[in-house]
Each structure stands twice: as structure tokens, then as C-alpha cells.
């Protein structure tokens, strides 16, 4: 059974009465009453959540012992090791097992976080934290207490270190913004920029930023924005990286798609019938994939001319709910997809059917990202209700499910981050979570 489902059970001998709760501690039944009511706060959700947070306790007190088990019976080193060598394991069956026992064994671990303010490092809630393709950087998207949003990067060269600190570089010019949508631009070199999707007032606003603005320690030296336009509500954005759609970046709006060249200020428009919540380039082709509110998904080919109608969408998938996240996989034959009811779902784009569903994850109206990882053959995805999961990406199998360090809340989802490779090719391997004012390090070996 899943640690983090809200559902409680009840004894056999004390069935559930409309208006009662029954505590079996106590062995007896309370009324429930309305959530507004201030003299006996007893309602489902404070019971609930109450029942959410001694599981929390409980998970986070096994893992500090270590007795995190692994979710196949018999699988341990020893035993993947002599079947191994007696050839009873493909190389590939044992690499795959192997990822496993490394997931089991993870343990958290707190970053320090250095910045050149100290005054303000470690005093706002991480929101977003988004990786380079190099995980060299992380940039960071902070909410801070007066409200909008301020943004950051952090250099991860220090995870490779015992001490495991790192730098946080801050640029409090832009403080103003919500940020719904977050992705690294490759224009000069690779991951040079960022593209923002935020809310100042109404209309959004999109931006292009160079990341040298925040590790420049001069502020007569920072460079500006490449681009700025007001937009409707933005939900989502990508970068393209195939040369026939260089230098272009789209953005997912309310009922249209939006695709701008930032060097030639050129954009195509493409109306849709539902907000475009999720997005994701190909690279091999010039081919958007967009995963929509009304569930949704389809490609554009943006070297086609804007057009009237709906005649240019290509594949088509549908999912029963919101498509929050969308992942195309690294041979962009398969689609992985994530939506509002807490499904995920592998596509394949060439039949245009389901091929595996990935059970467990939590959702009910949060834009939840996915975490894929082919090369340990991982899946990654934070649910609503604050727990991370891990599956592995051939059988659907559940791994593990780590509680957030913090009580779970809409406000402290975690954010996380997964490499083989944290702070650049000589860097570690592990999982990254943000959550409040803290970041940790989940080790991967």
C-alpha cells in the first residue's frame, strides 16, 4: 500500500456513521463538524492530514535508521551478484537491478547554502528549481515574503566536496513577477539564457534572460533582457534546439500556442481549444508537443505557416484529465505524460497507444513536473501530496517513496532534480530536493 494515501481504516467491529468519526485509540466516535467552526476543529480534512503527518513521522524515522526495503522480495547485492555470475542475469537485467538497490539506499543529506548576501540567503521558499542540460547550474525561482518572486542560480561544483556546500548567486532586480513556467536556452552557447513565463499584472509577460545576469557581481556589467513582451496568461515554455527552428522558443497560452524567433522578432500563432499547459521540443525534427487543459496532446510542425482551425495538428493522444507535464523520450518514439487525476502514462508516438501506466502519483490541480532519466532507467515525479516517487521506467515497478522533510502543505511541495552526474561531468550522482528554505542531497552510488 501506498505510505501517503490519506485513507484510513477502519476497525471491522466499528463501521462508519455518517457525521462521526471513529478514533481507534480511544475507541469511541466524535461528531464532525464544518471546517469553519472555531470551537472544535474536528473535520475529514484536519483528520486527514493528521493521519498524513504521523505517517510523514513514521517513513522519515525508518529512513533515519535505515530501514528503507527494497520493493522486490530477495533483492540484495549479494544475491544479484552470484546470479551474475552464474548467468542467470543479462547485463542489462542486472545494471537495471542494480539502479534499484542504489535507489533503496539513498540517503538525505542537508546542503549548505553559501551566498554573497548573507542577509538574504536561506529566508525564501525554493518554488521552482530547474537543472542546465550539464547539471552544472540550477536556477532557482524563490517566493519571498511581500510577495512576486526572486531568482537565482546555484553553482553545484561544491556537491562533489564532503562538505557539500554551494553557491547561490541572486539578482533582486526582478522581484515582481510570478513565475508559472521556467525552461534554459541555448543562444550564444549552450544554456546561455533563460525564458521566463511570468505575471506581472495583467496581461503576462515573457522573457528572455541571459544567466550571466546572475553570477555578475558588477551591476553596471549585467547585460539586459534579449527579449520582453506582454502575453496573455502563459502557462508553460520551450526551446528548440533543432537547426531548422533555430533561435526560437514557444510559449503555452491560453487557447494558443505562441512561437517568437528571438533574434528576428518573427512569431507564428496557432489557436487552440484549450490552455496549453505543458511543452516540450523534439530535436531530431522541428516538432512541438503540447499537452493541453482539456487533455489533450498534440504536435505542431512549426516550419508550417500559421494557420486557421485545428487542420495542423499531427499526432493526437488524450488523456481523461489536465496534462500537467509531457517528456519526449530520448529516441522520440515515446511520449511520457502526467495529468491532473494522477496518471502517468508512456505513449508510443507511432501507434498512438499507451504502452505502460506508472501508478501512485498524487495530483488533483497542481502543474506537476515529470523527471525521466533513461540513462539509470528512472522516473521521477513529486505528487500534491508532497511524497516523491521513483519507478523503474521498464516495468512500471514503484521503488521508493520519500517523504518531504517538512510537514506536506501547497506551499511546500518539494522540487527536485535528478542526475548521474550533479556539478558537471566529474560531479556525483543523486537526487536534489528544494523544499522551503532548504535544498538536500539524496546520494546516488
Not at 506582454?230 to 528548440?240: E, L, M, P, V, Y
Amino acid at each position: 500500500e501506498d505510505p501517503s494515501s490519506s485513507s484510513s481504516t477502519q476497525s471491522s467491529v466499528a463501521p462508519e456513521l455518517p457525521g462521526f468519526y471513529y478514533d481507534p485509540e480511544k475507541n469511541r466516535y466524535f461528531r464532525l463538524l464544518p471546517g469553519h467552526n472555531n470551537h472544535n476543529p474536528l473535520t475529514k480534512d484536519s483528520i486527514q492530514h493528521k493521519a498524513m503527518e504521523c505517517k510523514r513521522l513514521r517513513l522519515l524515522e525508518e529512513e533515519e535508521k535505515q530501514n528503507q526495503k527494497t520493493t522486490r522480495a530477495g533483492l540484495n547485492s549479494s544475491v544479484l551478484l552470484q546470479k551474475r555470475q552464474l548467468g542467470l542475469l543479462s547485463s542489462t537485467s542486472y545494471c537495471r537491478l542494480v539502479h534499484e538497490l542504489k535507489v533503496n539506499s539513498m540517503q538525505r543529506r542537508k546542503i549548505e547554502i553559501h551566498s554573497p548576501d548573507s542577509s538574504v540567503a536561506g529566508t525564501n521558499n525554493f518554488k521552482i528549481i530547474v537543472a542546465d542540460v550539464a547539471c552544472e547550474r540550477i536556477f532557482t525561482v524563490n517566493d519571498v515574503e511581500h510577495g512576486g518572486c526572486k531568482y537565482g542560480i546555484i553553482n553545484l561544483s561544491g556537491l562533489g566536496k564532503e562538505s557539500l556546500t554551494v553557491e547561490m548567486y541572486d539578482n533582486l532586480y526582478f522581484t515582481n513577477r510570478k513565475v508559472n513556467s521556467v525552461c534554459w536556452a541555448s543562444l550564444t552557447h549552450p544554456d546561455s539564457h533563460l525564458c521566463l513565463m511570468g505575471i506581472a499584472e495583467t496581461p503576462g509577460c515573457a522573457s528572455l534572460l541571459p544567466a550571466s545576469l546572475f553570477s555578475s557581481t558588477n551591476p553596471g556589467d549585467r547585460p539586459g533582457m534579449l527579449c520582453s513582451f506582454k502575453i496573455s496568461t502563459a502557462w508553460s515554455c520551450a526551446w528548440c534546439l533543432n537547426p531548422q527552428a533555430d533561435n526560437c522558443f514557444s510559449t503555452g497560452l491560453t487557447r494558443r500556442v505562441l512561437v517568437t524567433n528571438v533574434v528576428t522578432g518573427h512569431r507564428q500563432t496557432f489557436g487552440t481549444s484549450s490552455d496549453v499547459l505543458a511543452q516540450q521540443f523534439a530535436t531530431q525534427t522541428p516538432v512541438l508537443y503540447n499537452g493541453c487543459r482539456s487533455g489533450e496532446i498534440f504536435s505542431i510542425d512549426v516550419r508550417q505557416r500559421s494557420r486557421k482551425g485545428q487542420s495542423w495538428k499531427a499526432t493526437r493522444l488524450f488523456h481523461g484529465s489536465a496534462v500537467t507535464s509531457i517528456h519526449l523520450m530520448e529516441a522520440e518514439h515515446y511520449l511520457m505524460a502526467a495529468d491532473m487525476a494522477g496518471k502517468i502514462k508512456l505513449w508510443d508516438l507511432r501507434t498512438t497507444k499507451c504502452v505502460k501506466q506508472y501508478k501512485g502519483h498524487h495530483n488533483e490541480y497542481a502543474l506537476l513536473p515529470l523527471h525521466v532519466n533513461e540513462e539509470e532507467g528512472l522516473l521521477i515525479a513529486v505528487g500534491q501530496d508532497c511524497y516523491t516517487r521513483i519507478w523503474s521506467l521498464q516495468d512500471a515497478h514503484l521503488l521508493r517513496t520519500i517523504p518531504s522533510p517538512h510537514p506536506s502543505s501547497k506551499d511546500a511541495i518539494p522540487s527536485v532534480v535528478f542526475s548521474s552526474r550533479l556539478g558537471g561531468s566529474r560531479g556525483v550522482p543523486g537526487l536534489l530536493m528544494a523544499v522551503k528554505q532548504d535544498l538536500y542531497h539524496f546520494s546516488y552510488n
